[in-house]
T-cell receptor, first 115, second 117 residues
Framework: AQTVTQSQPEMSVQEAETVTLSCTYD???????LFWYKQPPSRQMILVIR??????QNATENRFSVNFQKAAKSFSLKISDSQLGDTAMYFC????????????FGTGTRLTIIP | DTEVTQTPKHLVMGMTNKKSLKCEQH?????MYWYKQKAKKPPELMFV???????INESVPSRFSPECPNSSLLNLHLHALQPEDSALYLC????????????????FGPGTRLTVL
């Protein structure tokens, strides 16, 4: 079974600053996907970024980037030039690649961007 | 269309009522999911349908009954619920199977906020 750990229950940062959310996971699988989902107070869960485990290059999406360390089983999310709209709950999630649609979520990090 | 829709947005029901939650997607996805989410917690998987067949049932009480009439629709029938069942119910969809593709990422709907009195 897979586990996903987010050790920062809450974080806050000033607008325009950079913030990094941490995520570690444990698995015996060699092929898998990792995701960061954002859930604003409006509650809709939105995919922020995806990383395939077989790719060494870290994924980036505009102001969002990840630091994927496969050997260390670490998958942190960096948000650059943070904006008020980034205020949300952020969930790290793990998905095995083959034949299993069960997504394992971390406990989440509540991020607040301060004006 | 990359949207998953859910109705109703809010639902208040008594413990003796029967109600249904509905979910729809038109992305051609063949896997659909029901999650239950309590405040400040991650979503908990309840059911997975793959190619309209129930593939995962996370030992959910029988007062929750899922139904997948076709590949675009997913229902959750509710009967004799308890106050502790009050939560946000999320529907999601994704590609299915073992091909991997773009990661089988799940697209979530906005949820139904359920209150059981």
């Amino acid at each position: 079974a897979q586990t996903v750990t987010q050790s920062q229950p809450e974080m806050s940062v000033q607008e325009a600053e950079t913030v990094t959310l941490s995520c570690t996971y444990d698995t015996s699988e060699s092929n898998y996907y990792l995701f960061w989902y954002k859930q604003p107070p409006s509650r809709q869960m939105i995919l922020v970024i995806r990383q395939e485990a077989y790719k060494q290059q870290n994924a980036t999406e505009n102001r969002f980037s990840v630091n994927f360390q496969k050997a260390a089983k670490s998958f942190s999310l960096k948000i650059s030039d943070s904006q008020l709209g980034d205020t949300a709950m952020y969930f790290c999630a793990f998905l095995p690649n083959f034949g299993n649609e069960k997504l394992t979520f971390g406990t989440g990090t509540r991020l607040t961007i301060i004006p | 269309d990359t949207e998953v829709t859910q109705t109703p947005k809010h639902l208040v029901m008594g413990m003796t009522n029967k109600k249904s939650l509905k979910c729809e997607q038109h992305m051609g996805h063949r896997a659909m999911y029901w999650y239950k989410q309590k405040a400040k917690k991650p979503p908990e998987l309840m059911f997975v349908y793959s190619y309209e067949k129930l593939s995962i049932n996370e030992s959910v009480p029988s007062r929750f009954s899922p139904e997948c009439p076709n590949s675009s629709l997913l229902n959750l029938h509710l009967h004799a619920l308890q106050p502790e069942d009050s939560a946000l119910y999320l529907c999601a969809s994704s590609q299915a199977g073992t091909s991997g593709g773009p990661g089988n990422e799940q697209f979530f709907g906005p949820g139904t906020r359920l209150t059981v009195l």
